[in-house]
């Protein structure tokens, strides 16, 4: 198990300091097919992945691996254009060391989106779902010794997404003629999609939608006291196989930007008002 200690975090939050304007408060991790929310950021600062001390690469596919800092409307933010997965082997500290960074840079607030199968019945391909809780089925970033700099041994975890943030999306889509979805988000580890019988799973445990990610995320910001707002975009039904189904990694980015859009419209408002 790998122990990152707080001067490595620290390291890597000075270097992203000196190269940005401003001091943001909100972040944003843009997920598969997501990152075209970040062409609207302007004043931006672009730096690739691979010019961050201690930062990982971005191997997933529609995930460019940039971090941008600039304004969304009239309001500084930083946004992860593509995250880490455990699938691509990185231990949970690296898939989560943005999250600390983030803190000690500042940040107060972490939306979060992904791409994600739809296990509810009543939800289609292009759905855009808030999540209002999670389940997380992979190894808990938190395991291993505590680190006191950023938060207590067992955080809690009854509100793990901001119940205002969650009011105020609701009143924005409904002031834009948005429809939105709600429910529970699953993350697993991936990276093989979920089989008929996974999804069917899911779905009696109490979840909605499924992805490979975001959970480990939101437990190590609540864990740092950011409050949280996530959001998915459902790219695939799971809940009817026809002979001829099979999951494919280009329609999940396909359905993704098609509904970015919306979901850019959503969060630019949300920033506006936090």
Do not use: W
């Amino acid at each position: 198990m790998e122990i990152i200690k707080t001067e490595e975090y620290q390291k890597t939050a000075d270097y992203i300091a000196a190269r940005i304007n401003g001091k943001p408060e909100t972040a944003i991790i843009l997920g598969s097919g997501l990152g075209a929310l970040a062409d609207h950021i302007e004043e931006a600062v672009v730096i690739p992945y691979g010019e961050i001390p201690n930062f990982m690469t971005s191997t997933a596919t529609g995930h460019k691996g940039n971090l941008i800092c600039g304004k969304l409307g009239e309001k500084y933010v930083l946004a992860m254009q593509g995250r880490f997965h455990y699938y691509e082997g990185y231990p949970m500290a690296r898939v989560t060391f943005p999250i600390r960074v983030m803190k000690l840079l500042g940040i107060k607030n972490l939306l979060v989106s992904n791409a994600a199968g739809g296990v509810n019945t009543t939800f289609k391909v292009g759905d855009l779902m808030i999540i209002r809780d999670q389940i997380n089925m992979a190894p808990n970033p938190l395991i291993g010794p505590n680190n006191p700099d950023f938060g207590p041994r067992f955080p809690d975890m009854t509100r793990p997404y901001d119940l205002e943030f969650i009011r105020q999306v609701e009143d924005i889509a409904e002031t834009q003629g948005i429809e939105l979805k709600k429910g529970v988000y699953v993350g697993l580890t991936g990276p093989s999609y979920e089989t008929p019988a996974e999804y069917g799973f899911v779905g009696r445990i109490g979840g909605d939608a499924v992805g490979m990610s975001t959970v480990s995320e939101v437990i190590v910001a609540r864990h740092a006291d950011m409050r949280v707002f996530g959001m998915s975009v459902i790219t695939n039904e799971g809940y009817h196989f026809a002979d001829d189904f099979v999951n494919d990694g280009a329609d999940v980015i396909e359905a993704a930007n098609n509904a970015a859009k919306k979901m850019t419209n959503l969060f630019r408002e949300l920033i506006a008002r936090i």
